[in-house]
């Protein structure tokens, strides 16, 4: 499997006895961790799933932000994770909103907040990629991930610290 390149993060000349990849990609303008975890299956099969979705990081992101927008408005994880935040740690997420655009409402200003900083690949038919949403690491540990399948439709959602 050498001289391939992992799309997005640029890995080349990838050593066949190496199952953990990972690397940084701009999505969407912003620097996101990736990780490529192939669990000792690196027969190649991966490879042209990963890349095309690769290929479609930015629209992914977008869906998935549109998603969180949505889910805002409902009962749910969503929901909760972003009330939690606003009851438990009001005086950092009001700093982070001292930077946002004052003339939009409150809700779309704390949802523009909530960024990917991680995309976990897995391969597998339940967890194909694992995306990691926050407030951002310097603020809380607390995640809600999203869980996609290979067509970049979302499978799951979770809270996870």
Known sequence: MNEIELPII?????????????????????????????????????????SEYAGKLDEYDKGNHRFIEARYLQTGIVKEYIDWHMEDMREEIDKLLDNTDKELPESDRILSLIKVERIGFYFDDNNYATWDYSFGSETTDQILAIITDKNGDILDVTWES
């Open 10 to 50: 640029g890995l080349t000349d990838l050593d066949s006895n190496e199952d953990y990849y990972e690397g940084y990609a701009s999505i969407n303008g912003q620097s996101v961790h990736i990780d490529v975890n192939l669990d000792d299956d690196v027969s190649g099969k991966w490879y042209k799933g990963y």
